[in-house]
Protein backbone atom coordinates (compact mmCIF):
# COMPACT_ATOMS: atom_id res chain seq x y z
CA UNK A 1 0.00 0.00 0.00
CA UNK A 2 1.44 3.79 -0.71
CA UNK A 3 -0.06 6.49 0.64
CA UNK A 4 0.41 10.19 0.94
CA UNK A 5 -0.08 12.21 3.95
CA UNK A 6 -0.23 15.27 3.75
CA UNK A 7 0.93 17.11 6.54
CA UNK A 8 2.14 14.11 8.25
CA UNK A 9 5.25 15.58 10.13
CA UNK A 10 3.16 16.59 13.09
CA UNK A 11 0.18 15.77 15.20
CA UNK A 12 -2.77 13.59 13.50
CA UNK A 13 -0.77 13.55 10.54
CA UNK A 14 2.15 11.97 12.29
CA UNK A 15 0.16 9.73 14.00
CA UNK A 16 -1.10 8.32 10.71
CA UNK A 17 2.62 8.32 9.18
CA UNK A 18 3.51 5.87 11.90
CA UNK A 19 0.51 3.87 12.12
CA UNK A 20 1.17 3.31 8.23
CA UNK A 21 4.30 2.29 8.55
CA UNK A 22 4.09 0.09 11.27
CA UNK A 23 1.35 -1.61 8.73
CA UNK A 24 4.03 -2.43 6.17
CA UNK A 25 2.98 1.32 4.07
CA UNK A 26 5.35 3.03 1.57
CA UNK A 27 4.73 6.33 3.12
CA UNK A 28 5.09 9.32 1.50
CA UNK A 29 4.89 12.88 3.57
CA UNK A 30 4.26 16.22 2.22
CA UNK A 31 4.80 19.19 4.63
CA UNK A 32 6.48 22.19 5.29
CA UNK A 33 8.80 20.66 7.55
CA UNK A 34 10.04 17.00 8.75
CA UNK A 35 12.00 17.51 11.60
CA UNK A 36 9.82 15.66 14.46
CA UNK A 37 9.93 12.39 11.48
CA UNK A 38 13.15 12.63 10.31
CA UNK A 39 14.00 9.32 12.07
CA UNK A 40 11.17 7.81 9.99
CA UNK A 41 11.84 5.77 7.10
CA UNK A 42 9.26 7.97 4.77
CA UNK A 43 9.71 9.60 1.56
CA UNK A 44 9.77 13.55 2.16
CA UNK A 45 8.65 16.30 -0.16
CA UNK A 46 8.87 19.84 1.48
CA UNK A 47 5.75 21.24 0.61
CA UNK A 48 3.11 24.39 1.57
CA UNK A 49 -0.48 23.19 0.70
CA UNK A 50 -0.88 27.52 0.28
CA UNK A 51 1.99 27.64 -2.27
CA UNK A 52 3.02 25.27 -5.31
CA UNK A 53 1.68 21.18 -5.14
CA UNK A 54 2.75 19.94 -8.29
CA UNK A 55 5.49 17.76 -6.24
CA UNK A 56 3.17 15.36 -5.98
CA UNK A 57 1.88 15.26 -9.04
CA UNK A 58 4.32 12.68 -10.54
CA UNK A 59 4.14 10.04 -7.57
CA UNK A 60 2.77 7.07 -9.51
CA UNK A 61 -0.14 4.77 -8.23
CA UNK A 62 -1.54 5.71 -5.20
CA UNK A 63 -3.34 3.92 -2.82
CA UNK A 64 -4.32 6.32 -0.51
CA UNK A 65 -4.28 10.47 0.45
CA UNK A 66 -4.60 11.52 4.11
CA UNK A 67 -5.06 15.44 4.25
CA UNK A 68 -3.97 16.88 7.51
CA UNK A 69 -3.50 20.75 7.46
CA UNK A 70 -6.33 22.46 9.75
CA UNK A 71 -6.99 25.40 11.87
CA UNK A 72 -8.40 26.40 15.12
CA UNK A 73 -9.31 29.70 15.10
CA UNK A 74 -11.98 30.49 17.71
CA UNK A 75 -13.01 34.00 18.17
CA UNK A 76 -16.07 35.74 19.02
CA UNK A 77 -18.14 36.34 15.66
CA UNK A 78 -17.80 40.05 16.32
CA UNK A 79 -14.03 39.58 15.95
CA UNK A 80 -13.83 37.70 12.95
CA UNK A 81 -12.87 39.52 9.88
CA UNK A 82 -13.04 38.55 6.34
CA UNK A 83 -9.62 37.41 6.23
CA UNK A 84 -9.83 34.93 9.01
CA UNK A 85 -12.61 33.09 6.62
CA UNK A 86 -10.43 33.02 4.07
CA UNK A 87 -7.49 31.66 5.63
CA UNK A 88 -9.32 28.93 6.95
CA UNK A 89 -11.07 27.94 3.37
CA UNK A 90 -7.69 28.35 1.80
CA UNK A 91 -5.68 25.96 3.96
CA UNK A 92 -8.82 23.36 4.76
CA UNK A 93 -10.66 23.86 1.24
CA UNK A 94 -8.32 25.33 -1.43
CA UNK A 95 -5.78 23.21 -0.03
CA UNK A 96 -7.12 20.24 -0.31
CA UNK A 97 -8.93 20.68 -3.44
CA UNK A 98 -5.20 21.07 -4.72
CA UNK A 99 -3.53 18.09 -3.56
CA UNK A 100 -6.07 15.91 -4.39
CA UNK A 101 -6.73 17.39 -8.31
CA UNK A 102 -2.41 16.92 -7.84
CA UNK A 103 -3.12 13.46 -7.02
CA UNK A 104 -5.94 12.29 -8.91
CA UNK A 105 -4.35 10.81 -11.90
CA UNK A 106 -1.99 8.26 -9.34
CA UNK A 107 -5.33 7.70 -6.57
CA UNK A 108 -7.31 6.67 -10.07
CA UNK A 109 -4.41 4.28 -11.23
CA UNK A 110 -4.59 2.93 -7.65
CA UNK A 111 -8.09 2.76 -7.03
CA UNK A 112 -7.24 4.97 -3.84
CA UNK A 113 -8.96 6.45 -1.00
CA UNK A 114 -8.82 9.95 -0.06
CA UNK A 115 -9.18 11.25 3.94
CA UNK A 116 -10.64 14.14 4.65
CA UNK A 117 -10.78 16.08 8.43
CA UNK A 118 -13.44 17.83 9.41
CA UNK A 119 -14.55 18.87 13.20
CA UNK A 120 -17.67 17.72 15.49
CA UNK A 121 -18.36 21.64 15.39
CA UNK A 122 -19.88 21.57 12.19
CA UNK A 123 -22.72 19.09 13.17
CA UNK A 124 -22.80 19.98 16.86
CA UNK A 125 -23.00 23.99 16.82
CA UNK A 126 -20.55 26.00 19.13
CA UNK A 127 -19.52 29.02 20.57
CA UNK A 128 -16.49 30.90 18.73
CA UNK A 129 -16.63 28.61 16.22
CA UNK A 130 -18.23 30.09 13.07
CA UNK A 131 -14.58 30.40 10.70
CA UNK A 132 -13.71 27.27 11.27
CA UNK A 133 -17.16 25.46 11.46
CA UNK A 134 -17.80 27.22 7.83
CA UNK A 135 -14.62 25.92 6.21
CA UNK A 136 -15.01 22.71 7.45
CA UNK A 137 -18.58 22.13 6.55
CA UNK A 138 -17.52 23.10 3.11
CA UNK A 139 -14.82 20.16 3.58
CA UNK A 140 -17.99 17.82 4.61
CA UNK A 141 -20.07 19.29 1.24
CA UNK A 142 -16.85 18.79 -1.15
CA UNK A 143 -16.48 15.19 0.62
CA UNK A 144 -19.93 13.54 -0.82
CA UNK A 145 -19.86 15.64 -4.15
CA UNK A 146 -16.07 14.32 -5.18
CA UNK A 147 -17.15 10.62 -3.77
CA UNK A 148 -20.04 10.76 -5.89
CA UNK A 149 -18.22 11.97 -9.03
CA UNK A 150 -14.96 9.46 -8.48
CA UNK A 151 -17.00 6.22 -7.89
CA UNK A 152 -16.36 3.69 -8.30
CA UNK A 153 -12.13 4.13 -9.17
CA UNK A 154 -11.71 6.58 -5.76
CA UNK A 155 -13.14 6.51 -2.22
CA UNK A 156 -13.47 9.64 -0.09
CA UNK A 157 -14.60 9.70 3.30
CA UNK A 158 -14.10 12.26 6.02
CA UNK A 159 -13.60 12.56 10.03
CA UNK A 160 -15.14 15.08 12.26
CA UNK A 161 -13.12 14.63 15.23
CA UNK A 162 -13.44 17.02 19.13
CA UNK A 163 -10.47 18.33 20.60
CA UNK A 164 -7.55 16.03 20.06
CA UNK A 165 -4.02 16.34 22.30
CA UNK A 166 -2.10 17.72 19.47
CA UNK A 167 0.39 20.98 18.90
CA UNK A 168 -2.47 22.44 16.71
CA UNK A 169 -4.65 22.73 20.37
CA UNK A 170 -1.92 23.24 22.60
CA UNK A 171 -3.46 26.81 23.69
CA UNK A 172 -6.68 24.97 24.94
CA UNK A 173 -5.17 22.44 26.77
CA UNK A 174 -2.33 24.18 27.97
CA UNK A 175 -3.02 24.09 31.61
CA UNK A 176 -4.75 21.75 34.29
CA UNK A 177 -7.48 23.38 34.63
CA UNK A 178 -8.19 23.87 30.58
CA UNK A 179 -7.61 20.11 30.08
CA UNK A 180 -9.76 18.90 32.88
CA UNK A 181 -13.03 21.73 31.70
CA UNK A 182 -12.33 19.75 27.93
CA UNK A 183 -12.34 16.77 29.52
CA UNK A 184 -15.65 16.91 31.48
CA UNK A 185 -17.34 18.13 28.05
CA UNK A 186 -17.21 15.06 26.87
CA UNK A 187 -19.10 12.17 27.30
CA UNK A 188 -15.84 9.61 27.62
CA UNK A 189 -14.42 12.26 30.18
CA UNK A 190 -11.63 12.72 27.81
CA UNK A 191 -9.82 14.60 25.00
CA UNK A 192 -9.07 12.63 21.93
CA UNK A 193 -5.24 10.96 21.38
CA UNK A 194 -3.76 11.56 17.82
CA UNK A 195 -4.01 7.87 17.80
CA UNK A 196 -7.59 7.72 18.16
CA UNK A 197 -8.34 9.33 14.88
CA UNK A 198 -5.67 8.24 13.00
CA UNK A 199 -6.65 4.72 13.20
CA UNK A 200 -9.71 5.45 11.93
CA UNK A 201 -7.80 7.35 8.69
CA UNK A 202 -5.85 4.34 8.33
CA UNK A 203 -8.48 2.21 7.90
CA UNK A 204 -10.76 4.19 4.85
CA UNK A 205 -7.50 3.66 3.16
CA UNK A 206 -7.31 0.38 3.71
CA UNK A 207 -9.19 -2.27 2.08
CA UNK A 208 -10.88 -3.24 5.09
CA UNK A 209 -12.78 -0.24 4.08
CA UNK A 210 -13.24 -0.43 0.35
CA UNK A 211 -17.40 -0.49 0.67
CA UNK A 212 -17.25 3.40 2.90
CA UNK A 213 -17.18 6.07 0.94
CA UNK A 214 -19.20 9.61 0.86
CA UNK A 215 -19.35 9.56 4.71
CA UNK A 216 -18.93 11.84 7.68
CA UNK A 217 -17.38 9.50 10.31
CA UNK A 218 -18.00 10.99 14.07
CA UNK A 219 -14.65 10.56 16.19
CA UNK A 220 -15.52 12.63 19.37
CA UNK A 221 -15.11 10.97 22.46
CA UNK A 222 -19.50 10.84 21.96
CA UNK A 223 -20.07 14.66 22.13
CA UNK A 224 -22.09 14.83 19.04
CA UNK A 225 -24.52 12.15 19.50
CA UNK A 226 -24.41 11.96 23.45
CA UNK A 227 -26.22 13.82 26.45
Not at 128 to 138: L, Q, R, W
Not at 149 to 164: D, G, H, Y
Amino acid sequence: MKVLVIGGSKGIGKACTEMLLEQGAEVIVAARSNAEISHLPVEFLEMDVLADVSDIEDLGELNGLIYCPGSINLRPFNRLTEEDYLNDFQLNVIGATKCIKAALKGLKAGNGSVVLFSTVAVQQGMAFHASVAASKGALEGLTRSLAAEFAPSVRVNCIAPSLTDTPLAEALLNNDKKREASEQRHPLKRVGKPEDIASMAVHLVSENASWISGQVISIDGGMSRLR
